[in-house]
């Protein structure tokens, strides 16, 4: 009787992992999709040029501080103090933590958005010097960079409200925030791009607008729904309550856990700026054709890593805190094994169909034929290390789950060095291509690093039948592959630009088929979907 209950309560535990991980998919999918209307927008209104990477460039400074600090670091340190409070400490307690860090982080972004908008002229020449190439599009990248960096501000309150959150298993609200920032950015390509023009003011600039509209509804509707769950953080500026504040033992444990956390984040987005500083001397074009390739990789990289890692990192931190070591690897064992079955048909469909994807996504407007090779070759590169991006959002939440911040930051480190080697060689021959290529190489690397680390330490033992498992994947990916292939080299995707709805229907059509030849296959091998996604 006893076992029986056990292995309910199992199975429940198996269902809600399944449909939380699902609920983030399916808005993260939302957020994607309006993501490629944007660039999509963006592409046929502005193509590439010197003013695009312009606004590429002052818009990663405020993504690369949010990715630094508020995703990054900030996160990976709180959630798991988090998480222990709300276990060991109960709601109060945790409430007060969430006040109390909210208190120091607000005071710490209003000094970095003042630094960040008074320097802005030299942050943009660190990122992409080779903007100076042409004056005009220097010049837009600095003052895009001054609309744009107090973004940070609202997106590490952001970055905040979801760690409370998801803390709480209230996954919709952080998985959707994402799409406002999309709907407010293809407002502003589609009406405000045309109304700054009628002006007389460059239209680009109209992007810079929507995405500080879109950084301020995304911090209302978190601040909406933590107060729905009483976990609305209450701000104390005085001088008593900021010496409090900084005083709470939770606030200095994350912030002892962010130093290693942010070495280990920096190191990424040095390899990034590194990058964009040498783009930036290539063709010009090149940090655009990089962007809009980027974009085709969020969709995997978001749809199914960062959906397993926000679901499963609170798991893997309450596992720890109750030392449950059987179910800490049993959740590792299960991201990995759905990463093997997703992941590896996405590598084989972006390295075979890259250019009819870039074609009838790009393909409209000032973007050419040449724009769309341009975007293709970098897309293939990225592509190569699909299965590392992902995997690493499994792996690397198995290490700070235990609060080890040091291991993930010397294998970055290691990888930064081995990925700026790898540009060397690469970049001379493929150009910006050579870039996303390195970039590929170093997270197969990277994740096979971390994967080694957790079963030499014994925090992951992998469960029977991977051998089985993997050619099962690679036999349906196989077949897929020669679909895929065929359906490349068959029809002329770029001829096709004069019949818009005859491409759509073809890649609809392709993709549909390449859904079904996939998982039919898989199914017909043997492998039990049912129960690898319900984790029995």
């Not at 193509?47 to 312009?54: I, N, V, W």
């Not at 079955?341 to 169909?353: K, S």
């Not at 079963?455 to 036999?475: D, T």
Request: hydrophobic share 55%.
């Amino acid at each position: 009787m006893v076992q029986a209950i056990r292995l309910s309560a199992v199975k429940l535990k198996a269902v809600t992992l399944f449909k939380s991980a699902s609920i983030i998919t399916a808005f993260t999918l939302l957020s994607r999709i309006t993501g490629l209307v944007r660039e999509q927008l963006m592409a046929t209104l502005f193509g590439a040029s010197s003013m695009t990477d312009a606004f590429n460039v002052a818009f990663r400074l405020p993504n690369m501080f949010r990715r630094l600090f508020a995703e990054g670091a900030f996160s990976q340190a709180f959630v798991p103090v988090l998480g222990q409070s709300k276990v060991n400490d109960g709601d109060t307690a945790t409430h007060q933590l969430v006040s109390r860090v909210a208190t120091v982080l607000f005071c710490v972004l209003v000094l970095t958005c003042i630094i960040g908008v008074v320097a802005a002229p030299v942050l943009v020449w660190i990122m992409a010097s080779g903007l100076q190439q042409d004056p005009r599009g220097f010049e837009a990248g600095v003052l895009m960079a001054r609309w744009m960096f107090p973004y940070i501000g609202f997106m590490s309150l952001v970055a905040l409200g979801a760690g409370v959150l998801n803390t709480y298993k209230k996954f919709a609200v952080p998985a959707f925030t994402p799409v406002l920032l999309n709907v407010c950015m293809i407002s502003a390509a589609w009406l405000g791009a045309p109304w700054f023009k009628s002006l007389g003011i460059e239209p680009i600039y109209a992007m810079a607008a929507g995405v500080m509209l879109g950084g301020l509804l995304q911090l209302a509707m978190q601040l909406y729904a933590l107060s729905k769950i009483g976990m609305s953080p209450e701000l104390n500026f005085s001088a008593s309550g900021i010496r409090s504040a900084w005083a709470d033992a939770g606030v200095r444990r994350v912030a002892t856990l962010m130093l290693p956390a942010l070495l280990g984040v920096s190191v990424a987005h040095i390899s990034a700026i590194i990058n964009l500083q040498i783009a930036s001397h290539l063709q010009a074009g090149s940090i655009s054709w990089m962007g809009y390739a980027e974009r085709f990789m969020e969709f995997p990289t978001a749809l199914l890593g960062v959906a397993l890692g926000v679901v499963l990192t609170p798991r893997l931190v309450a596992a720890k805190a109750s030392n449950d070591a059987a179910e800490y690897s049993a959740m590792i064992d299960w991201g990995l094994r759905l990463v093997v079955l997703l992941a590896v048909p996405c590598t084989v469909a972006l390295l075979l169909f890259a250019k009819p994807l870039v074609a009838t996504l790009y393909h409209y407007g000032v973007f050419s034929n040449h724009d769309v090779n341009q975007v293709t070759t970098p897309l293939m590169g990225y592509a190569v290390g699909l299965i590392g991006l992902i995997a690493i959002k499994i792996l690397a939440p198995g290490f700070y789950a235990s609060q080890d911040m040091k291991t993930p930051v010397k294998i970055a480190i290691a990888v930064l060095i081995i990925t700026q080697l790898l540009n060397l060689v690469l970049v001379p021959i493929f150009a910006h291509a050579g870039l996303a290529l390195s970039i590929g190489l170093g997270a197969l690397i990277n994740a096979l690093w971390l994967l080694i680390g957790l079963i030499r330490r014994g925090s992951y033992q992998p469960v029977g039948g991977w051998g089985k498992f993997i050619s099962q994947v690679l036999f349906a990916s196989a077949l897929l592959a020669g679909f895929l292939w065929f359906a490349n080299q068959h029809f002329d995707w770029t001829g096709l630009r004069s019949d818009i709805w005859m491409r759509i229907v073809l890649l609809s059509g392709v993709i549909t088929a390449s859904i079904a030849i996939y998982f039919v296959a898989i199914v017909a091998t043997g492998v039990n979907l049912k129960a690898l996604l319900k984790r029995q």
